[in-house]
Structure formats: C-alpha cells, structure tokens
C-alpha cells in the first residue's frame, strides 16, 4: 500500500509568483483534502476534491485554486503569492468524503514566501 | 475558522506518567478524531469516536466524548519520550457536507526521560 506523497518538500517564492503542488493519494482513496498550517497553528481546510469535482472550501480566496485527476492525484495552485502564504501545505486522501474516515496525510510542503 | 480548541496548549510530563488534553468544540458533530503530528510533519490517526460513543480505547489511549457538553479529552498513560509530538482534535461537523475534518490548535506534549 502507497502512502500519501508531496512534492516538492520545500519551496521559496517571491511574492506575486505563482506556485503549484502536487500530491499522490493512497492507492484506493478517490478523495483528496488540501490544508494550509501556519507555525504554531492547526491546519485550516482549504478545499477537497472528490472524483475530480470541489466538494468543499474553506475560507480562502479564489487565488487558491486546485485539480484532481482521474488516477485522484491532485495538485494545489496558489497565485498571486502573498508573505501571508507561507506555511506548511498538507494534502490528506481518504476513502469516502459521505462518511468521515481517517485521513491519510502526507508530509506536507514547506512554502516560504520572501 | 477552528471548531475545536486544546487545552492545555502545552504539557510537559517525565515519562511513565500520564498525558492528559482536552478539546472543546462549538457545533454539533457526527465524530471527532485525534491526530498527531512529529515536528511539523504529516499528522498521523490517532483514533475516531462517534457521537453516540462515550468512550474509547486503543492501546495506551483513551478517548473520552461528552456530547452535551461538547467537550473530548485524550489520555495517554505511561507515556514514553516518543510520545513528544504535537495532539490535534478534529471535528467532523454534522449537517456541513462538502466540508472536511476541523482542527483546533493542538496541544504540545513534551515526554522527558
């Protein structure tokens, strides 16, 4: 069994780039959570992705931006970066998103925005 | 916005002793979960209660849900030095479809030997 993967692991960014992350899903799992988590901080949904459709948001502006795709990987897109943004991004897969299962998460990717 | 909030924020225990931590949340839930997480890495399950449990056990840990006052604790008993992490509880809210676990801020135990 494949656990979650995200890449890169580390990322440093100018404010105003743009950047993009990606995340591999457990094998067997069609749905796909992504959460921002500042130091010091609990994670904060920022959307999920259920066969390839947004199935939910969090409080977030439309700069944050995602896909799935038919093997459920999935990537996150943040435009327009802002100092703010800097934080740890973490991509969590889960069997179902009807009836709340564990999630899975991976390891995150550490986003510094300079 | 977070659902949940730990209490104490941190702890610092020697090992053998017990851990004890608390949540507390605002709307009504179908679960709550635990997780943890090592030094800003990936946060790992911990364990799941359902709203018509009261308890739960699972190895060295104990779950508590108290639905009426919207409260859960987590008891870790002899604790080791691995146990050193971060504890987050997340809150499945009933009647929010489309809308993944919440998490409060987590507690940070320390276990020294």
């Known amino acids: 069994e494949t656990g979650v993967t995200q890449s890169p692991t580390h990322l440093i960014k100018t404010r105003g780039q743009q950047v993009t992350l990606r995340c591999s899903s457990q094998?067997?799992?069609?749905?796909v959570s992504w959460y921002q988590q500042a130091l010091g901080q609990g994670p904060q949904f920022i959307f999920q992705y259920y066969r390839e459709e947004e199935n939910g948001r969090g409080n977030f502006p439309p700069r944050f931006s995602g896909l799935q795709f038919p093997n459920y990987s999935s990537e996150l897109n943040v435009n327009a970066l802002e100092l703010d943004d800097s934080a740890l991004y973490l991509c969590?897969?889960?069997?179902?998103?009807?009836?709340?299962?564990?999630?899975?998460f991976g390891n995150g990717t550490r986003l510094t925005v300079t | 916005s977070q659902q949940g909030e730990e209490d104490p924020q941190a702890l610092s225990i020697q090992e053998g002793e017990n851990a004890t931590m608390n949540c507390s949340y605002k709307t009504s839930i179908n679960n709550l979960q635990w997780y943890r997480q090592n030094s800003g890495r990936g946060l790992v399950h911990l364990i799941l209660i359902r709203s018509n449990e009261r308890e739960k056990h699972s190895g060295r840990l104990r779950v508590t849900l108290d639905t009426s006052k919207k409260s859960s604790s987590l008891l870790i008993t002899a604790s080791r030095a691995a146990d050193t992490a971060s504890y987050f509880c997340a809150t499945d809210p009933r009647n929010q479809a489309g809308t993944a676990l919440i998490f409060g801020k987590g507690t940070t135990l320390s276990v020294s030997s």
């Open positions: 094998s067997g799992h069609n749905t």
């Open positions: 969590a897969s889960s069997l179902d998103p009807g009836e709340q299962a564990p999630l899975h």
